[in-house]
């Protein structure tokens, strides 16, 4: 204010100044002048003045001319343009500058036309200092007339600047407050009174219907929410009016001013990156479930060296092989002491130098070797924030490939001896062959067929011309063989067989017609050549033929034997009915009525002469059906404590006549329900409880144990009889056979017992062990497999599959002879909403195909005019169809025909009676699964070798157990990935094999 009055004084005295200078011009003017002493003091007075004035003043005429200025006026003008002024010059000389001239020249006529006014401009040269100038104009009137301008300059630049600096600030505070990307409330009292738009955004309302409210009116604030320096924060959740939860972080901060105090509240929305932190908690522990469960050793560290995660396998494997206990954080760095760790460190250096991952093979004991992949770990950037450490445990392999390389070596050493052994055997060998009748041809791509002098005489022909003429050699072999021989030699001519063996008819020019066996298989080498060997196995054939004849005379012979057995037993059966029930009957009437003593006993022995009749044909006709093969093996779920204890209840009868005490023990391992055939499981028991009784002495002991035997069952039973002498113990279970003639005499019985009770064990793959001291006692041992129920367990695995409804989209053929299972399938087939269609026999399936396509085949095995297995031959090879899936649909449970189906062709295997959840696993497997992975189909032609093997290991005696087994397993690995029966044939012989049992399949 001081300034402002300044300068208003100085303005005051410049135009009182400029008044008197013109009423003295005036005066002179009129009086011509007064004495110049008094001038030049006026003059010095106003020079004074003007000079001591902090602001610019100066006067121009009219013609823009200097009439006078201070110095302010002088330096500015310096400042500004650069320039020394002087009185009279022009002063829009001084000004060329951009429009400065035109502006001063603009101010100054409008105060030459009269005007007093005041304006802001701003002056100077570009190369100096502009500013900001306040200029007032005022006319300098003389007489009333304008003779010229006096100008009154303040420099107004700080000033201009703030006023700019202020108008800046607010457009920065209305940017900064409306277009903030967080929502921001102002509040006073804690009372919002102005929100920006995008807290109107988050909190869907708009800026009027938010004033008023408090911050507890919207939000839900949390007690531990965190205070300091004046700022408040916390998390809340908030319910949008479109009914979305939003996440948001509140900051509420007090502003002090010298008036009074406002709040600004921050809103920070939240949503997106708090759902994220969400899922990231989320995949961690998804990520860690991963690494737990993961049979790799895993850890990570970042790049001090220092576990930034691990799984427990890793974390053990520490503790129990590198004494370090491990913790997170941990450095590595710290044990580089330990051997093992300081070789990770080594690779771990390795991978963050080269940003690279690379696999090292290390062994931390003789048991324990790894294979690690060391990665490392990128950020955007492709800086290592760190290095993964995934390890595997390959001891195994690499002992298995140090065996191999072992192998290797003394496999060289071998061959270098075997190729001596060939040579020499070779010769052997030709020997051999010129001994044994023997003749060699060969086959070499683009030579042709080639054969020793052998072959011509197998053939019967004589060196010459028709030695050499192919087609003489074709022209002996009989019309019923021909067409088979041209085939081979075409597909030999065309490179499409591996191997063939043959058997032909020739007519033989001296010996008329001959049987001769051709045989030849293909070598690997870089051209096709297949080489084979001929003989005439007319004699054989011959042998063969005789022997065929004897044995379907033998077999007529037994099968008439066998129904004259049966048929007697059953006739023979009728009245020996009626012998022992009345017999009986008058027994019973016997105990009221009193008579004599001789009475009785002859009753007596009528029952019980009666009864043994009755067991003596039961032997007989059991007998005649094993014999013709009659009698099947029926497998139930049976409760073999309640068989056994009936049993064994039945013959104490008999045993507390003779005072023999019959101890029954059952082991508790033993299942409450195995899968065994009841009628034959019991009659074993029956033979071997009926033959203690009758050989044990009285007043003695017989014990039945029922124990469980690794995966079996031992039913055994011991007495304390007369025993059986050692060379005796191979013929006791041959028909009608006893220890000797004696006991046959003293004892009685028809020698069927034992005979037909090992034929029932091996019948359900069981065997019969006898051990006896005579006059100590006899102990026979019964080994049956202990299977439990699979279709419960299959029953349990599709209970919700059991009512799958397949809605007609799939056509099934069952190819079934039998009309009621016919009936049965396709009413169980429909009622699954399947599409059925029926076949009678193999050609009648082939016929169907052949027309129409079908999304499964269930084939039975034994049918009428065309088989299951060669119709399954023929629409796998003939018709070419490998994608359609068959099933084989049988009552016939043994493995050899299981074989047999799976080298035909055939991909699973149902038996009768069916069950309901084994088809709906059938269904599912082939036709829902189906539709989302491809089945991989596995040739027989192709894989013929390995069909082969699989077959030799079970029957060859050359190979022991470990070598079987190891061979089993490579050979499951080739074939796990194909639809197969075969995998579940070698976990059965394999599991055969590891529990020594048995195996008598082909």
Known sequence: MTDIWSSIFLVSIFLLLALLIFHQYRIIKKMKFESDNTVNRDYKMLNLLMEHSPDVIFSVDQNFNYLAFNNSHFKTMKNSYGVKIELGKNILDYMRVKDDDDNAKKDIQRALNGESFSIIRTYGDEDHKRSHFEATYTPIKVDETVRGAAVFVRDVTEQHLSNLNIQRSERKYKLLFHYNFLGTLIMKDGVINDANDKAESFLGMETHELVGNTLSDLFQIQSDATVEDQIKEF?????????????????????????????????????????????LIKVNLQRQVLIESAKSYIFSINTDFKIETFNTKFKELLEEQLNVQLSPNMNLKSFDHVKHLNFYIEQIQIAIETKKLHEVEYEISNNLILQSAISPLLDKENNVSGVAVYSIDITEEITQRREINLLNTSLEQKVRERTSELEEQRLKLDLAMNAAKIAAWSYIEGVGFEWDDKFSEVLGFVHGIEYANFNNIIDIVLDEDKKRVLDIVSQIRNKKIEEFDLTVKIDH??????????????????????????????????????????????????QAKSMFLANMSHEIRSPLNAIIGFSNILFKKSETLQLSDEYLEQLKYIYLNGEYLSELINNLLDLSKIDAGKLSVYLEDIDIRDLINMVVKIHEVTANERSIKIHLHIDEKIPEKVLLDSTKSRQILTNLLSNAIKFSKKDTSIFVDIVRSEEQILIQVKDQGIGIPKDKLNLIFDSFEQGDNSVTRKFGGTGLGLAITKKLASMMKGRVEVYSEENIGTTFSVYLPLNVNQSKIAHQSNVAKEEQDYNFNFDVL?????????????????QLKVNIAIANNGEEAINMIQKKSFDLILMDLHMPILGGIDATKIIRFELGLLDVPIVALTADTYWDKRFDAFSAGMNDYLTKPLSRPS????????????????????????????????KEITITKSQNDNEKLRRLRSLRHLLQDYDTGFVEYIDFVTSAIANNKEIEIF
């Open 814 to 830: 069952v190819v079934e002879d039998n009309k009621m299972n016919q009936m049965m399938m396709s009413a169980l087939l429909n």
């Open 235 to 279: 998390f809340t959740t908030y319910i949008h009016p479109s009914g979305e939860k939003l996440y948001f972080v509140i900051r509420e901060q007090t502003v002090f001013d010298f008036k009074e105090n406002h709040q600004t509240v921050f809103i920070e929305n939240v949503t997106s990156k708090y759902k994220a932190e969400q899922e």
């Open 509 to 558: 020019p001296e010996k008329g017609e001959q049987y001769i066996q051709l045989y030849g298989r293909s070598s690997n080498n870089d051209r096709y050549e297949m080489y084979g060997v001929s003989w005439n196995i007319t004699e054989q054939k011959n042998s063969e033929f005789e022997l065929e004849k004897a044995k379907e005379e033998a077999e007529k012979s037994n």
């Open 919 to 950: 088809l709906i696993h059938i269904l599912d497997k082939y036709l829902l699964d189906n539709e989302n992975k491809e089945m991989k189909y596995l040739d027989p032609i192709k894989h013929k070798e390995i069909i082969k093997e699989l």
